[in-house]
């Protein structure tokens, strides 16, 4: 199986930049389809972005479509999300995610394997 661990979180003004990584280990990254969720305590995890195993297809939630970015590179077992604009309801914990499915998903429970999260604080 494959082991995830995030970086990258921190503490960031509204309409900065921040990019995640998720650093993939155990097997090699193009085995899987890779999404980006985030979880607000008591809320339900949250779809934010996915991408096919060659990363030729990109999917996002409405609301970072246009200011949120996910790629990946194979060779180096990473996944990325770049995130541009950032806003004050941005500020939870992000996870990435590995699916063994054919196709990216929305939904949490296409996803086997998941990181630990890292956190993302953005102030007004």
């Known amino acids: 199986q494959v082991q995830l661990v995030e970086s990258g979180g921190g503490l960031v003004q509204a309409g900065d930049s921040l990019t995640l990584s998720c650093a993939a280990s155990g097997r090699p990254l193009s085995m899987y389809i890779m999404g980006w969720f985030r979880q607000v305590p008591g809320k339900e995890r949250e779809f934010v972005a996915a991408?096919?195993?060659?990363?030729?297809?990109?999917y996002y939630a409405d609301s970072v479509k246009g200011r949120f970015t996910i790629s990946r590179d194979n060779a180096k077992n990473t996944v990325y999300l770049q995130m541009n604009s950032l806003k004050p309801e941005a500020t939870t914990v992000y996870y990435c995610?590995?699916?063994?499915?054919?196709?990216?998903?929305?939904?949490?429970?296409?996803?086997?394997?998941w990181g630990q999260g890292t956190p993302v604080t953005v102030s007004s």
């Open positions: 991408t096919t195993r060659n990363g030729g297809n990109t």
């Open positions: 995610a590995a699916a063994r499915a054919n196709l990216p998903s929305a939904q949490d429970y296409a996803y086997d394997y």
